[in-house]
């Protein structure tokens, strides 16, 4: 096979040729880390998802979202209810309700004591309330600076009502001390390797959805939305309502990646939801670039290993040093690690794997182009 069929042939099944790449790393990454490095690894990956969703939602969408915690934390704490609930068993109730003398656990603790509708709840909770946020937000006109500001308001006003609501959700402690995971042992390091791969394909999952998405015509309308809402509105879309599937499914994503964060860390507390954990979780996007497919994912990780590994050489300057890559970043490479993507296209034209396979996959792309063109004009 020459380098033209190679280029063809790499066009047509490059989905499914990064989709073996990303299993093969996951499977790799056991074999090479330890227990505790495995866990950063999961802890990153939840983080991830909430990366993965920012991308959409704001990348695609134009939507900066600023608090995102707030689903991260809502899907958290439906998973951490569930878990304690299990721990404890039928009848009891956590020592922390005990200490006020609570004998029975709350009515919506209850909802989530059966693991079917807690592993629905961890995504479809944040989706329901992205999307009465988004339906009252985006309906009335409401987006840009002023939709930043009010999600991040939001997210600390989730923040302020877990710590007052002390008797049912921890306080400022959270939730914590959990045993098992639907059945399996938590301090088992076969149980962990467990964890991991589940956040691992949950990940790779988010991100095949987004990419679907990005190629389908509901990607088309997003960005149709993102750079000409006034336009949409002329040939009858509803820029609302568009706005509030792409904000929910980012929504779905992070309380997906709220719930998994549970097991792997072991605890939830309004600490890691807040304001600061929430800027923290678009830093990621920033650096690696939020308008291409990885650089949300890749960003994270990168963000989240640096802070790692930066508190425990610098633990009293490490901040400062997170905050001067973030600095360095926006000033040099605005758009993120993602600005470079243009390297790789250079790179397969010198080695002629651009040729007729993109030519041709042009040509289809003007194509559907300008079908989708004149199914709008009809």
Request: aromatic residues 12%; hydrophobic residues 55%; glycine residues 14%.
């Amino acid at each position: 096979m020459n380098a033209t069929g190679i280029g063809a042939f790499y066009l047509k099944y490059k989905p499914w040729i990064g989709a073996v790449i990303a299993i093969a790393l996951i499977f790799l990454a056991p074999a090479v880390l330890n227990v505790y490095n495995l866990g950063l690894l999961s802890k990153y990956l939840c983080y991830a998802m909430v990366a993965i969703g920012i991308g959409l939602a704001w990348g695609q969408g134009g939507m900066l979202t600023l608090g995102q915690g707030l689903f991260f934390g809502l899907g958290a704490y439906v998973m951490a209810i569930h878990m304690k609930l299990e721990d404890i068993g039928p009848g009891q109730v956590p020592d922390f309700m005990a200490q006020y003398g609570i004998t029975q656990v709350p009515g919506f603790w209850e909802l989530f004591r059966n693991p079917v509708i807690a592993v629905i709840g961890v995504a479809a909770v944040p989706g329901a309330i992205a999307a009465i946020l988004g339906l009252a937000v985006f309906g009335r006109g409401v987006r840009g600076a002023y939709f930043a500001i009010l999600s991040q308001a939001l997210v600390a006003a989730f923040a302020v009502l877990l710590i007052g609501q002390s008797k049912t959700t921890g306080g400022t402690n959270g939730l914590n001390d959990f045993k098992g995971f639907f059945g399996y042992d938590l301090t088992d390091p076969a149980n962990k390797r467990m964890i991991y791969y589940i956040c691992a394909f949950l990940t790779l999952a988010m991100v095949l959805i987004v990419y679907w998405i990005r190629r389908s015509f509901m990607g088309n309308l997003i960005i149709g939305v993102r750079d000409q809402e006034n336009r949409m509105k002329f040939l009858g879309y509803n820029p609302a309502s568009i706005k509030v599937f792409a904000f929910s499914m980012a929504a779905m994503f992070a309380g997906i990646g709220g719930a998994m964060f549970v097991p792997v860390v072991g605890i939830i507390s309004p600490s890691d939801i807040s304001v600061t954990p929430s800027i923290l979780m678009l830093a990621g996007v920033v650096i690696g670039g939020r308008t291409t497919l990885l650089g949300p994912l890749v960003g994270t990780l990168i963000i989240r290993f640096a802070e790692t590994q930066l508190s425990e050489a610098y633990p009293s300057a490490w901040t400062y040093l997170e905050g001067l890559i973030f600095i360095l970043v926006i000033a040099f490479v605005p758009m993120g690690l993602g600005q470079f993507k243009g390297v790789w296209p250079w790179i397969k034209d010198k080695l002629g794997l651009g040729g007729a396979g993109a030519i041709g996959a042009g040509t289809a792309d003007t194509t559907t182009g300008v079908a989708k063109t004149a199914t709008v004009n009809a």
